[in-house]
Nanobody
Framework: QVQLVESGGGLVQPGGSLRLSCAASGFTFSTNIMNWYRQAPGKERKLVAAIDAFGGRTNVLDSVKGRFTISRDNARNTVYLQMNSLKPEDTAVYYC????????WGQGTQVTVSS
C-alpha cells in the first residue's frame, strides 16, 4: 500500500531554515508527481510546491518563491522541501501528497516559526 512519511519539522526562529523529507513506498515513485501542502490552524490546506516525475519541472506558491525549493531523489524514493528565510506565516502542518486515482497523504509534520 502507498505510504508517505514526512520528517524534518520543528520549531525555528524567523529567518531560519528547515528541510522536510517525505519517504515514499508502495508505488513506483519515479512515475509520480509529488506535492507538498500545508495547513495552518483554521485555514484550508494549500498546495505549496509540486515536482514532476523526473524533477525537471517544479512549481511553488507565489508567497514562498525564492525561499522554498522542492526536489526529489528517485533512487531514494524521497521528496524534499528546503525552506529558507522562514516567516511566522509559514507556520503550519506540512503534508506530502501524491495522486494515484485517489489522493494519498502523509501524517504531516509541524513547522512552527516563532521567536
Amino acid at each position: 500500500q502507498v505510504q508517505l512519511v514526512e520528517s524534518g519539522g520543528g520549531l525555528v526562529q524567523p529567518g531560519g531554515s528547515l528541510r522536510l523529507s517525505c519517504a515514499a513506498s508502495g508505488f513506483t515513485f519515479s512515475t509520480n508527481i509529488m506535492n507538498w501542502y500545508r495547513q495552518a490552524p483554521g485555514k484550508e490546506r494549500k498546495l505549496v510546491a509540486a515536482i514532476d516525475a523526473f524533477g525537471g519541472r517544479t512549481n511553488v506558491l507565489d508567497s514562498v518563491k525564492g525561499r522554498f525549493t522542492i526536489s526529489r531523489d528517485n533512487a531514494r524514493n524521497t521528496v524534499y522541501l528546503q525552506m529558507n528565510s522562514l516567516k511566522p506565516e509559514d507556520t503550519a502542518v506540512y503534508y506530502c501528497n501524491t495522486f494515484r486515482g485517489v489522493d494519498y497523504w502523509g501524517q504531516g509534520t509541524q513547522v512552527t516559526v516563532s521567536s
